[in-house]
């Protein structure tokens, strides 16, 4: 290699630039780390930023979808003969399927015809709750009960009805056996298992005619 001083100029100049830049790219992290220290924790600092802004886009959940509702006109319900409405009529009621429905016409049919909407409430397996909320749609428009006569009805016939049953049935036909046939239907308070409120529900359903001589 030739002594330096046998270099051109120009070569000369471009070893010292050669020179001086290695110098700088040797010193300068030295120097910008004397000068200007990093903060402990920055670098960590900062990624844990990026991981959390990272994971709030995950978490964020999608918008709502839009439900689209169609709204009906309710229907009105109209009021109802409770002894004349059929099935049909019944289940228009709000509460009253077709099983409801069912056990209040057969209740109906067993009573021999409603004397007042409160009876409603007697059907089986009609909560309280459904009964209040229909009771203003039912109506007593026309009465027309089926009645039992005291005299000649059998022990049977008597059973069926729901405010009789087979008890007070037996009773019935021992006191006419002993007494002779009823007079009015007001001797059936003198049966033991007949009080006031007894009577107030079945006198609606029973009659007394004289047997044929």
Do not use: C
Not at 101 to 125: C, V
């Amino acid at each position: 290699m030739k002594p330096f001083r046998h270099f051109t100029a120009l070569e000369r100049r471009g070893i010292v630039a050669l020179l001086l830049l290695t110098t700088i790219s040797i010193y300068t992290p030295a120097i910008v780390a004397h000068y200007f220290p990093l903060q402990p924790g920055t670098d960590t600092l900062f990624s844990k930023e990026i991981a959390a802004f990272q994971d709030s886009l995950k978490k964020t959940p999608p918008p709502p979808k839009k439900h689209i509702t169609f709204s009906h006109p309710r229907q009105s319900v109209i009021a109802i003969d409770i002894n004349r409405a059929d099935s049909t009529a019944w289940e228009s009621l709000k509460g009253i399927g077709p099983v409801l429905a069912a056990r209040i016409i057969r209740f109906r049919d067993k009573l021999g015809g409603f004397y007042a909407i409160s009876q409603i409430r007697e059907t089986y397996g009609l909560p309280d709750s459904t009964f209040n909320k229909i009771q203003p749609y039912l109506r007593l428009n026309a009465v027309s009960l089926k009645k039992l006569d005291l005299n000649s009805a059998d022990e049977q016939t008597l059973a069926q009805h729901p405010y009789i049953r087979y008890k007070l049935a037996r009773l019935i036909v021992l006191y006419r056996s002993n007494n002779g046939p009823f007079s009015q239907a007001t001797d059936l308070l003198g049966i033991p298992l007949v009080d006031d409120s007894i009577y107030r529900k079945i006198e609606h359903y029973i009659k007394t005619e004289k047997p044929p001589i």
